[in-house]
């Protein structure tokens, strides 16, 4: 079975620090590893995906993230925050075969000035 | 917007009522999706469509009831609704099997009272 866990339900961060919003992982065979943010009274919005490749993928708004296999972890990085940043991430997984996208419950994140 | 419309972005129904939530998507993508997602809980998948034909049914009770007429539209039926199915109704698409990351439309905000 797949699951996602995001165990911290927020992160504050000053504006201008690197951020980090974690994510652990289980599913069995290779995972699609996904993160998409929310703004208030919208849809969530595609971030980045890995598939494949380069551990460390790239995505929208300067965000990355770092597909780590022995610790079934894929953690979403900024080298530097910014305030409009505040939303809520989800992190998410799936694999082939199937339409089943599994997503964490979120983490909201706080940017402060 | 996103390509993934949803209406109404907000509605209000008694527990006897009967109302339909509605998602359209021209995007071109042949796979459609109902989530349900409540406050501080993962996103709950609910039902799949690929190619208008239902996929994944995730235990859902028959008091909510998918319907995908073309690949374009997707509804949500809901009858007999209780005060806990209050929630955002999030409706996404996707090419194939949604490995390239799914689109959202803003929501439905469902309050049952």
């Known amino acids: 079975a797949q699951s996602v866990a995001q165990p911290e339900d927020q992160v504050n961060v000053a504006e201008g620090n690197p951020l980090t919003v974690k994510c652990t992982y289980s599913?069995?065979?290779?995972?699609?590893l996904f993160w998409y943010v929310q703004y208030p009274n919208r849809g969530l919005q595609f971030l980045l995906k890995?598939?494949?490749?380069?551990?460390l993928v790239k995505g929208s708004y300067g965000f990355e993230a770092e597909f780590n296999k022995s610790q079934t972890s894929f953690h979403l990085k900024k080298p530097s925050a910014l305030v409009s940043d505040s939303a809520l991430y989800f992190c998410a997984v799936s694999r082939t075969g199937g339409f089943k996208t599994i997503f964490g419950a979120g983490t909201r994140l706080f940017v402060k000035a | 917007e996103t390509g993934v419309t949803q209406t109404p972005r907000h509605l209000v129904m008694g527990m006897t009522n009967k109302k339909s939530l509605k998602c359209e998507q021209h995007?071109?993508?042949?796979?459609m999706y109902w989530y349900k997602q409540s406050a501080k809980k993962p996103l709950e998948l609910m039902f799949v469509?690929?190619?208008?034909?239902?996929?994944e049914n995730n235990s859902v009770p028959s008091r909510f009831s998918p319907e995908c007429p073309n690949s374009s539209h997707l509804f949500l039926h809901l009858h007999t609704l209780q005060p806990e199915d209050s929630a955002l109704y999030l409706c996404a698409s996707s090419q194939e099997q949604g490995l390239d990351g799914y689109t959202f439309g803003s929501g439905t905000r469902l309050t049952v009272v």
């Open positions: 995007l071109g993508h042949n796979a």
């Open positions: 890995y598939i494949t490749g380069d551990n």
């Open positions: 599913v069995s065979g290779n995972p699609y």
């Open positions: 469509y690929s190619l208008e034909e239902r996929v």
